[in-house]
């Protein structure tokens, strides 16, 4: 990614009652001398390497019982259900399969998917319990049905489940030497989200871009058990499928595990790649080296990793020259009202410039570096410079329904209509691409571009149906953005989202109209309820005092943050406010 340099001597203004409105809130005093007071930014805004989150082994183990004798069919399946989660999390379903017969036992396959429910599921003998206690049946069938929340397929990746969420499943129940067990049964296994959220781990294969110029997380589900072989397993294989064009694989499918493990033993974890992987070009090597360093250190790259081929030919260090790493970029906040722009960075507002078309402005893109733009309340986009300057009407003047930021200059617009979208660079208003889009719905109500610039999020309607979907973005060797993956990802069919953003590089959090609360997710991933301050309508993320918040923007003009975690107390920011963003 890209290095910026931040504000070159911001002039600092004291910004009188809307500041004062401000310091109340927050609990400040302020005296006179304050507004004399030179409130700068800092001079350079880095590119920072993102803290990771620790994904230690802190989970309930589950210790499930095998079959009870004489247990009826009922119990059978339910026992069997019971077992499942300690399949991926530490026994590799031994005890799942003494509910099952010897044939289905050797035929069924639990990874072929994993389907996650909300609730207790209803598991019911089909019609013949009568016949079952007086012991006149040799086989008889027992359904489940419950409440679906999404699927995880055999590759790791999650799918939100759709508007119905309601699944049935059969099973067929043998009696055995007297004894039901399970004859028949589908493939892959049935799991609660709180338990899934125990044995499942949540896994980001850092794929590489098409440009070449950054990594890109692809996210992934596997269970505890076996993430890591997993992990190095699917990022050999290639991306999902909804990242379409937008990064490429160095392995090509060439290069294979040589081994059925990654073995983690005294801190080192041991790779062995087939001999493919020396017949690759040396920067693809290294770069592959470099995928799955850092996919193996949840983004991180200082631990003892190991790599070899078949033939013993040392490939630890293939990546030592290769520089990409997983960061994030330092954006700060800013904040418009009325006529002004401000910048935040701590509770202290600097008054960066005004410019006409920010009264009662419906959106912002800016940064220091290169400026942005102003979705003005009349559809235009106005072009602004990093003194706030008008530099003219961006997109010829199509009305715009939203704006949102990208990379670098780049101001991403959703027209009134259609189907496209308009990528404009506020350092140049002629350069614009219009770029379709994959998904079939007629409005875009709100979207986000993620750290990175390589996949976007967008919040669609089509009539009576809602969809939260994610995409890639496709862009050449410059890092300009020539397309959109044409496929996508549903995350999200609940309806009235007016707000996204990405809370870092891998967590969306989303509003929802007259809502009181909104939603989070590691994208794509099991949804959870995000709190948010009522009437929200506008949300972005930006440090803090140094650290990664969220920021929310409510329907009143009042700006508020979550400071650190999405669990934090929301604290008043600024106040009298029509756009919030963040940039560099």
Same mark, same amino acid.
């Given at each position: ?267 080192? &974890?041991?790779?062995? !790649? ?6 690759? =070009? #040396? *920067?693809? /090597?290294?770069?592959? %080296? ?112 939203? &704006?949102?930021?990208? !990379? ?6 959703? =027209? #009134? *209509?259609? /189907?496209?979208?308009? %990528? ?161």
């Amino acid at each position: 990614m890209t290095r910026h340099d931040g504000f070159h001597s911001p002039k600092a203004l004291c910004l009188g009652r809307r500041a004062m409105a401000v310091a109340c809130a927050a609990g400040m005093t302020l005296s006179l001398s304050a507004c004399s007071l030179t409130l700068g930014l800092p001079t350079s805004g880095p590119v920072q390497r993102m803290a990771q989150v620790s994904k230690g082994e802190h989970r309930v183990f589950i210790d499930p019982q095998g079959p009870q004798a004489d247990a009826t069919a009922e119990e059978i399946v339910r026992g069997f259900i019971s077992s499942l989660p300690a399949g991926p999390q530490t026994d590799g379903f031994k005890v799942a399969r003494q509910f099952l017969t010897a044939e289905a036992a050797a035929k069924w396959k639990p990874d072929a998917k994993v389907g996650i429910y909300t609730g207790e599921p209803s598991i019911q003998t089909a019609g013949a319990a009568a016949e079952e206690a007086a012991g006149s049946k040799d086989t008889i069938q027992v359904n489940m049905s419950f409440s679906n929340v999404g699927q995880v397929n055999s590759h790791g990746i999650y799918s939100v489940a759709g508007n119905s969420g309601t699944v049935s499943e059969a099973f067929t129940v043998r009696s055995v030497d007297g004894q039901w067990r399970i004859d028949k049964l589908p493939d892959g296994i049935f799991i609660g989200e709180s338990d899934f959220q125990q044995v499942f781990r949540q896994v980001q294969l850092y794929q590489l871009s098409n440009s070449g110029n950054t990594l890109v997380p692809d996210t992934r589900w596997f269970g505890w058990r076996q993430w890591r072989t997993l992990a190095v397993r699917e990022l050999l294989d290639g991306a999902a499928p909804w990242m379409g064009n937008a990064v490429r694989s160095v392995s090509a499918g060439k290069v294979t595990l040589s081994m059925d493990s990654v073995p983690s033993t005294g801190g080192r &974890i041991d790779v062995k !790649l087939s001999n493919a992987a020396a017949t690759l =070009p #040396s *920067g693809d /090597r290294s770069m592959l %080296v470099r995928q799955i360093r850092l996919t193996l250190g949840d983004g991180n790259d200082d631990y003892d990793l190991h790599i070899v081929d078949d033939s013993g030919l040392d490939l630890s260090d293939a990546d030592s020259h290769v520089t990409l790493a997983v960061e994030q970029p330092n954006r700060h906040l800013y904040t418009l009202a009325n006529k002004s722009l401000v910048s935040i960075t701590s509770q202290n507002l600097v008054k960066v410039g005004e410019t006409d078309g920010a009264v009662n402005a419906r959106a912002l893109v800016f940064s220091s570096r290169g400026g942005g733009a102003v979705l003005r309340a009349d559809g235009n986009v106005e072009c602004i410079d990093s003194s706030v300057r008008s530099c003219g009407i961006m997109f010829a003047g199509v009305d715009a329904t939203w &704006i949102t930021t990208g !990379l670098d200059r780049e101001v991403w617009m959703v =027209p #009134s *209509g259609g /189907r496209t979208l308009f %990528v404009g660079d506020a350092g140049n208003i002629e350069r614009v691409a219009e770029l379709p889009t994959p998904w079939s719905g007629e409005r875009v109500r709100a979207m986000a571009i993620s750290p990175e610039g390589s996949r976007i999020v967008a919040a669609v309607e089509d009539g009576d149906s809602s969809e939260l979907v994610m995409t890639g973005i496709r862009r050449d060797s410059d890092g300009t953005a020539v397309g959109i993956s044409p496929h996508y990802v549903v995350l999200s069919h609940v309806a009235g989202i007016n707000a996204v953003t990405f809370y870092n590089d891998t967590t969306i959090v989303y509003s929802v109209a007259d809502s009181p609360s909104g939603h989070q997710q590691s994208a794509p991933g099991p949804e959870e309820t995000q709190t948010l301050p009522n009437g929200t309508v506008a949300v972005t993320s930006a440090q803090i005092n140094q650290t990664q918040s969220l920021i929310a923007l409510d329907d009143s003009g009042n700006v508020r943050y979550a400071r650190g975690s999405l669990s934090s107390s929301w604290r008043v920011l600024d106040l009298q406010t029509s756009a919030i963003a963040s940039g560099e």
